[in-house]
């Protein structure tokens, strides 16, 4: 039988490693930024921050990024102003879709080099079926995941998110990658439908506040620089890394 003192002793250690244990599975939790219940019908009923994030738009809705209206409704054009792209920049787009963005981008960065980065091929194959019509030499395909756009660290000037941050169903894992992939002085330009105005006839989910785009950007060591309000319908805010 063992001593009343190495009793004592070893339930000690016991208390000590149930202690531990727990510690370690709370800070597992704590580790995980994600809850889950659901509540818009165009949401994943995945949650980040307060906000719900939602559903992907698939690669059959290309045809909505081509409308013709679009440059009326989102003034595309004043958003390349915003970015001051020079000709060798070197630029990435983030959910480049069909290409609608990168292929403006790739004139303006004519000796530069642009990321279109997508997780979905089809996106990818259309962009790469546009880059061949009109014999575009700039640009870069990128397949990337959920939680990563696979850039090479420390390789952007300027990266563009248009619409496509609220959908991104691991935003914290994305935008750590993203800040990764940009250079220590360059810009992230967050384009998103403004949450603030009920005008914007866009489903609210997928709408943000600047309220809301800064808390979830502070959370990975991202600051707002400046959010232009001279876009029709939608917030471009300008992150930097402090």
Request: net charge neutral.
């Amino acid at each position: 039988m063992l001593s009343q003192s190495k009793l004592i002793k070893l339930l000690y250690a016991l208390l000590v490693c149930i202690a531990l244990s727990s510690c370690g599975v709370q800070n597992e939790s704590k580790k995980n930024p994600y809850t889950y219940k659901a509540n818009d019908p165009n949401g994943i009923g995945k949650w980040y921050m307060g906000r719900e994030i939602a559903s992907v738009m698939g690669f059959e809705g290309m045809e909505w990024l081509e409308r013709p209206e679009r440059e009326a409704e989102e003034n595309v054009n004043t958003l390349l102003l915003n970015m001051n792209i020079q000709p060798n920049d070197t630029l990435a787009d983030i959910g480049a879709g069909s290409g609608y963005h990168v292929f403006k981008m790739a004139t303006m960065a004519h000796t530069g080099l642009i990321y279109a980065v997508d997780i979905q091929s089809e996106m990818l194959g259309e962009i790469q079926s546009k880059k061949e019509a009109k014999h575009i030499n700039n640009v870069e395909l990128i397949l990337g995941t959920e939680t990563s756009v696979n850039l090479p660290e420390n390789s952007v000037d300027k990266i563009l998110l248009v619409d496509v941050y609220h959908e991104f169903s691991h935003p914290y894992e994305m935008m750590k990658s993203i800040k990764k992939a940009l250079r220590p002085n360059g810009k992230i330009f967050l384009i998103e439908y403004r949450s603030e105005d009920f005008r914007v006839p866009i489903k609210e989910v997928h709408k943000m506040t600047q309220k809301q785009a800064v808390k979830e950007l502070k959370a990975v060591g991202l600051k707002l620089d400046q959010n232009l309000d001279n876009l029709p319908w939608q917030h471009c805010m300008i992150f930097i890394k402090p």
